[in-house]
């Protein structure tokens, strides 16, 4: 059994990416999505251990001395951070592993697993972001403007993803997700393990070789 794969998606609030790992977790086989810890308050259609696990700063600041998190980061005053030890029993069990973080996150995980696939999601114009995160209706205008300047410093990193998926159609961009999973799992990499079987019987030399 191979070894599964890491997948990263990092995006400007408002450009959908909570939305699109949902999509795509639900169409995907053997991919698992980490459930991040965070400070941040629970929203009110939120559940915790579903869209997060919810613990106080102090939980939060005791888990980072301990080396539980393989990335963390502080966004708009809260801190969010990815249990180390689930992602890699995860991917031991040869199963995919999809993170939803930001490009801080993104940026720690590329160092320490470098053979992870980082996919960046961009909207498709700042006015569309814009009106995104006024029909949410979860932010007042100081901190909507306040999170399209974040935006832009955000998406300026976009040169150290592996993939970019603009979320102008929700079914394209969700397509253009699967088709990256897809593709990364016909890699080599994966199918000379998955396929050792099919393979050392085609290379036998013998029509009689069973294919298991």
Not at 58 to 73: D, P, R, V
Not at 78 to 95: H, I, M, R
Not at 97 to 111: C, M, N, S, T
Request: glycine share 6%; with cysteine; hydrophobic share 40%.
């Amino acid at each position: 059994m191979s070894r599964g794969t890491l997948f990263i998606i990092a995006a400007p609030s408002g450009a959908g990416k909570t939305s699109l790992v949902k999509a795509l977790a639900g169409r995907s086989h053997h991919l698992k999505v980490s459930v991040s810890h965070t400070t941040r308050p629970m929203r009110a259609t939120e559940v915790d251990g579903v869209n997060y696990h919810f613990i106080d700063v102090a939980h939060f600041e005791e888990m980072l001395e301990q080396g539980i998190f393989l990335e963390y980061a502080e966004v708009f005053g809260n801190y969010y951070g990815t249990s180390q030890a689930w992602v890699e029993d995860q991917l031991q069990k040869g199963e995919d592993v999809l993170l939803e973080i930001d490009w801080q996150g993104a940026q720690q995980v590329k160092r320490l697993m470098p053979d992870c696939v980082y996919i960046f999601i961009l909207p498709p114009s700042l006015q569309a972001l814009k009106n995104r995160l006024d029909s949410r209706g979860q932010d007042n205008p100081l901190i909507i403007e306040r999170r399209l300047a974040e935006a832009v410093n955000e998406i300026s990193h976009y040169p150290e993803s592996d993939y970019l998926v603009v979320n102008d159609d929700f079914d394209q961009a969700l397509g253009d997700l699967l088709a990256i999973v897809r593709s990364t799992r016909l890699a080599i990499t994966h199918q000379q393990d998955s396929q050792q079987a099919l393979l050392m019987s085609l290379m036998s030399g013998s029509v009689n070789a069973p294919a298991q």
